[in-house]
């Protein structure tokens, strides 16, 4: 088992920054990639981008891409999501996954294996 936990999320100024945190603990060798998804009220959970724990390659939607960096430090089990130049539409439930295996499901919730419980993220306008 892999457990997940998110910080970090708060209600911040559109234009602004925040960096979200997801620490892992358990079973962390069998990770394979780690994800951050959102989810804005009233609509599905969407892909934000992903980071292979070893390696460190990452994938991004197009939505952030340029604006969101995804990083890790093994050494403290925790993937991190520093979100630059925020919009409102960015405001959403964000929440942590990992993962065991890699392949094309890997940029969809089936390729999680374990979520963390989310973190508010708010931006105003």
């Known amino acids: 088992q892999v457990q997940l936990v998110e910080s970090g999320g708060e209600l911040v100024q559109a234009g602004g920054s925040l960096r979200l945190s997801c620490a892992a603990s358990?079973?962390?060798?069998?990770?394979?990639?780690m994800a951050w998804f959102r989810q804005a009220p009233g609509k599905e959970r969407e892909f934000v981008g992903s980071?292979?724990?070893?390696?460190?390659?990452?994938n991004y939607a197009s939505s952030v891409k340029g604006r969101f960096t995804i990083s890790r430090d093994n050494a403290k089990n925790t993937v991190y999501l520093q979100m630059n130049s925020l919009k409102p539409e960015d405001t959403a439930v964000y929440y942590c996954?990992?993962?065991?295996?890699?392949?094309?499901?890997?940029?969809?919730?089936?390729?999680?294996?374990?979520w963390g419980q989310g973190t508010q993220v708010t931006v105003s306008s």
């Open positions: 996954a990992a993962g065991l295996t890699w392949g094309s499901i890997s940029y969809t919730e089936r390729g999680y294996d374990y």
């Open positions: 980071i292979k724990w070893s390696g460190g390659n990452t």
């Open positions: 358990g079973r962390t060798f069998s990770i394979y990639a």
